[in-house]
T-cell receptor, first 109, second 116 residues
Framework: QKEVEQNSGPLSVPEGAIASLNCTYS??????FFWYRQYSGKSPELIMF????GDKEDGRFTAQLNKASQYVSLLIRDSQPSDSATYLC?????????FGSGTKLNVKP | DVKVTQSSRYLVKRTGEKVFLECVQD?????MFWYRQDPGLGLRLIYF???????EKGDIPEGYSVSREKKERFSLILESASTNQTSMYLC???????????????FGDGTRLSIL
């Protein structure tokens, strides 16, 4: 079983819609959670982090964490074609980072 | 902003060569990491370092070594390059606050290495 699981996609949404990306993790003791965006041929770029249960909003992005169910999600409101990328979930436990394989998002104009 | 600089964006080497990939960060981060990323395999950790002169093996250390002589610089060495080491190599760094609210890793632009 992988430490972090993500649906590889592609997830296709129309422009202006809400994109919902999900990630589950296996270690209940995980402490920190990050979302990265990676454009094709580029390196991962941090877009959100969350440490506590609940929601955290930053502009069009909302990260949601549910430690009891061991999942973390990323919502992108008013999706734009420029949001088309692969989104990586990262989970940290005792300073060890575990990355998911990423979900590819396509936002269609 | 954190700046992680990798010495080359693209590199072409021949099998059997010794290859050096350099990474420098400017934020006084304690932690530094080397990954490779291949289609369908995601990010795979090669080596990491929590302090100067310290190193730990990651998930796929075979065929690689590392050096960290100064806090800001972390080098990845391919001892004898082989074609299966053709990949995108990513360096990252993170701050160690000592708390359990771990800080994120910040990535360099990557080096696309081709071994012919």
């Amino acid at each position: 079983q992988k430490e972090v699981e993500q649906n590889s996609g592609p997830l296709s949404v129309p422009e202006g819609a809400i994109a919902s990306l999900n990630c589950t993790y296996s270690d209940r003791g995980s402490q920190s959670f990050f979302w990265y965006r990676q454009y094709s041929g580029k390196s991962p770029e941090l877009i959100m982090f969350i440490y506590s249960n609940g929601d955290k909003e930053d502009g069009r992005f909302t990260a949601q964490l549910n430690k009891a169910s061991q999942y973390v999600s990323l919502l992108i409101r008013d999706s734009q074609p420029s949001d088309s990328a692969t989104y990586l979930c990262a989970v940290v436990n005792f300073n060890k980072f575990y990355f998911g394989s990423g979900t590819k998002l396509n936002v269609k104009p | 902003d954190v700046k992680v600089t990798q010495s080359s964006r693209y590199l072409v080497k021949r099998t059997g060569e010794k290859v050096f990939l350099e990474c420098v960060q400017d934020m006084d981060h304690e932690n530094m990491f080397w990954y490779r990323q291949d289609p369908g395999l995601g990010l795979r950790l090669i080596y990491f370092s929590y302090d100067v002169k310290m190193k730990e093996k990651g998930d796929i250390p075979e065929g690689y070594s590392v050096s960290r002589e100064k806090k800001e610089r972390f080098s990845l060495i391919l001892e004898s390059a082989s074609t299966n080491q053709t990949s995108m190599y990513l360096c990252a760094s993170s701050l160690d606050t000592g708390s359990r609210a771990y800080q994120p890793q910040h990535f360099g632009d990557g080096t696309r290495l081709s071994i012919l």
